[in-house]
């Protein structure tokens, strides 16, 4: 399936703007599933997209993966937004216990390690692929998949 958008050796700082500008324009019901490697930089983009929401509304925070507790809520917001790692999952049978279902549709989900999700759930999510750059390790290529509708079947509303 061929990418939405394309980036091509974004360096931190630009990686980190364009999570911001993506956030801008999330709500309750839309997803953001991030793929790539270990080390690649995934919470770092979810950790922009959230600190800038917050600093939004006044409240700076420090943004962590929730790699050991799994989901990071963040209800301070009008949409709530739910930090999730499923690095560490071996079934989906686990993904009840968190109540991913209904965040899904109540919630702003940004999932690192999409990898156990069934792909009609992957498929109403806008996917994040990063790799590393070819031409340098401090760089970051991405590839956007975007869906026509999010878990509340709404239009995404994406503008980069």
């Not at 990418?3 to 993506?22: F, H, I, V």
């Not at 071996?90 to 549709?105: D, R, S, T, Y």
């Not at 996917?127 to 079947?153: C, G, M, Q, T, W």
């Amino acid at each position: 399936m061929k990418p939405d958008l394309q980036y091509k050796d974004l360096t931190k700082t630009e990686l980190c703007s364009l999570a911001e500008k993506l956030g801008d324009h999330l709500r309750a019901g839309d997803s953001i599933f991030l793929k790539g490697p270990i080390g690649v930089g995934k919470t770092f983009v979810i950790g922009c997209l959230i600190r800038k929401k917050l600093f939004d509304i006044g409240i700076e925070q420090h943004v962590t993966s929730p790699t050991f507790n799994l989901v990071q809520i963040y209800d301070e917001l009008y949409y709530p937004i739910w930090h999730i790692d499923l690095y560490r999952l071996k079934n989906q049978e686990e993904l009840i216990e968190i109540g991913l279902e209904e965040a899904f549709h109540e919630a702003i989900c940004l999932l690192e390690w999409p990898h156990i999700l069934g792909e009609t759930i992957v498929r109403k999510a806008v996917v994040l692929s990063i790799r590393f750059s070819a031409l340098d390790s401090d760089k970051r290529d991405l590839d956007i998949f975007i869906p026509e509708k999010n878990f509340n079947n709404e239009k995404y509303c994406v503008n980069l």
